[in-house]
């Protein structure tokens, strides 16, 4: 979601330092899931990295196609993993990084041009510039929650990262902006607000989920980072070390597991217990001897039907080939094909599926990793895997980084940016 203008390559061996923007003191981060929903409490060591100090982790409820359906069933998972987290940590917190998937997130780049008449560039050039662009980017009924400069060009000098004391007649820039639907981030400020929490900044899903799993090189040649969710697959898109796009596609591991239940008539757990033991995209010589029990929906326990393991990779696969092809097709879309590169970074607990990786790199034509998140101090090791990746992507967001060097959210003590207007609108609704 936010763009990462200027990311320090580490001197292998040094030691991180604190970001401008790191978070002082305890502060809480959610990931709100249609399968899952995580908080995790941390705080910013001296070294600048993030120590976990509290872990909850609850079943996804009232959450699909990771928009809020359902007040009172969301508020339950939210308070019950937000309780846990507060408990193991010996915290009570007020508000909450939150990451932002509901409302169909869109995201936009855009050409702004900016007279500067010969002097020098100052702070409140670079914001006239993302208030010029989020006029122009403002669509009916959706809110923009996130802009940023991508890249400057000072004159006739293109590729400047931070324009600022240079002296020049015209400022332009390349705007990413991220908006989504106004009604459903009203029912998420509705809903956190009746966990007697705030949504303190909202984070970009996919953006989060590559702040976690993507290496600085692969952020700086191009890369995409696909996170395999519950309810939606969402995109983000980085070159020269920013982010350029994000999207979502309405498909995710339940569709997966709904195909299951359906086609094979067996119980929705059963079908999700299924897709993860026996599930995958490739087939192979021992499939169709391999045979799997499988309870059918209205029968006694006992009566148990056998099916060949081929039947569930058949069932599965055409779901994956279509969730990919829609990426395809999105990326396409957007005009970022070549900035992207040929480097594709799986997460999510949808990239755990044997195969997917391989019947990723073969419908996107691209080279196709697992990306597994960062190792974080503190946090247990059942969390640390793919599913995760956002909840400790926001982690690295609070720790500073991938913060750009102007943002519509400017900050806490900056009280007229375009996130404290929309947390003053949510609040106002609530």
Do not use: Y
């Amino acid at each position: 979601m936010n763009a990462l203008s200027r990311v320090p390559v580490p001197i292998e061996g040094a030691p991180e330092r604190k970001r401008r923007n790191a978070r002082s003191g305890p502060f809480g981060v959610l990931d709100i899931g249609t399968t899952k929903t995580v908080c995790l409490i941390a705080r910013i060591e001296g070294d600048g990295t993030p120590r976990v100090l509290g872990f909850g982790w609850q079943r996804g409820r009232g959450v699909k196609g990771g928009s809020i359906i359902d007040l009172e069933e969301a508020e339950r998972a939210i308070r019950a993993a937000v309780g846990q987290a507060e408990e193991m940590s010996d915290t009570k917190l007020s508000g909450m990084i939150v990451n932002l998937s509901c409302g169909q997130p869109d995201s936009r780049l855009l050409h702004v041009q900016w007279p500067i008449n010969g002097r020098a560039v100052t702070d409140a050039d670079l914001r006239a510039i993302l208030s010029e662009g989020r006029r122009r980017g403002h669509e009916d009924g959706r809110e923009t929650v996130h802009g940023a400069p991508v890249s400057f060009t000072v004159d006739e000098t293109p590729g400047v990262e931070d324009p600022r004391g240079m002296v020049c007649e015209t400022l332009a820039a390349r705007v990413h902006l991220v908006d989504a639907s106004q009604a459903a981030l009203r029912n998420l400020g509705t809903c956190l607000a009746r966990c007697d929490l705030e949504v303190e900044e909202l984070v970009s899903a996919p953006f989060a989920a590559g702040l976690a799993t993507l290496v600085e090189d692969e952020k700086r040649i191009g890369a995409t980072v696909i996170d395999m969710g519950g309810g939606t697959t969402s995109i983000a898109v980085f070159a020269e070390g920013q982010l350029i796009h994000t999207s979502q596609v309405p498909v995710g591991g339940w569709q997966v597991t709904n195909d299951l239940a359906r086609v094979l008539s067996t119980p929705i757990n059963h079908a999700e217990r299924l897709k993860t033991l026996h599930g995958g995209a490739l087939a192979s010589a021992d499939d169709e001897r391999e045979m799997l029990p499988i309870p059918l929906v209205g029968e006694d326990e006992d009566h148990i039907a056998r099916i060949p393991r081929a039947m569930v990779v058949n069932i599965i696969r055409p779901r994956l080939e279509e969730t990919f092809e829609f990426v395809r097709d999105r990326l396409e879309q957007a005009g970022v094909a070549k900035e992207a590169g040929t480097r594709v970074v799986l997460t999510g607990g949808g990239s755990l599926l044997i195969g997917a990786r391989e019947l990723a790199a073969t419908v996107l034509d691209r080279q196709v990793r697992l990306g597994r998140p960062r190792a974080t101090r503190g946090l247990p090791e059942t969390a640390g895997g793919a599913p995760f990746a956002v909840a400790v992507g926001l982690l690295a967001w609070a720790a500073g980084e991938g913060r750009p060097i102007v943002d519509v959210a400017p900050g806490p003590e900056r009280t007229g940016g375009a996130i404290r207007r929309f947390l003053d609108w949510l609040k106002a609704r609530a």
